[in-house]
């Protein structure tokens, strides 16, 4: 947030693309509520409060090339070795990104 802060005095454009953590109302929404007024700031998160992180979202998108790569317990073993999957993913072509990062690229690019 203080990132925002400053910001805010300079009107630089920031995109916040953050984790709902099962409660998308208290950590998206009000955690960001004095910057929604900021045109310069745009907060981006999945909506679903079943999906807490990224993971869910990037097996959404892909989840073949994820069960290929991590096998038949694909979802599972990615919210359980993060940094693993995300060094492995980060060498792969043709991932599909998930809608609210893709949302999040578009507005910062505008």
């Given at each position: 947030k203080?990132?925002?802060?400053?910001?805010?005095?300079?009107?630089?454009?920031v995109?916040?693309?953050?984790?709902n953590?099962?409660d998308?109302?208290?950590?998206c929404?009000e955690?960001?509520e004095e910057?929604?007024?900021?045109?310069n700031?745009?907060v981006f998160?999945?909506?679903?409060?079943?999906?807490?992180t990224?993971?869910?979202?990037?097996?959404?998108?892909?989840e073949?090339t994820?069960?290929?790569?991590?096998?038949?317990?694909?979802?599972n073993?990615m919210l359980n070795?993060?940094t693993?999957?995300?060094?492995?993913?980060?060498y792969?072509s043709?991932?599909?990104?998930?809608?609210?990062?893709?949302?999040?690229i578009e507005?910062?690019?505008?």
């Amino acid at each position: 947030k203080r990132y925002l802060d400053i910001a805010k005095i300079t009107k630089a454009k920031v995109a916040v693309i953050t984790d709902n953590d099962g409660d998308c109302q208290k950590k998206c929404i009000e955690k960001y509520e004095e910057y929604k007024t900021d045109n310069n700031i745009g907060v981006f998160y999945g909506e679903d409060n079943l999906k807490s992180t990224f993971e869910y979202y990037l097996f959404d998108e892909n989840e073949l090339t994820c069960e290929n790569e991590f096998g038949e317990d694909a979802l599972n073993y990615m919210l359980n070795h993060k940094t693993e999957i995300a060094l492995k993913l980060s060498y792969l072509s043709g991932l599909k990104t998930p809608n609210y990062i893709k949302r999040a690229i578009e507005w910062i690019n505008k």
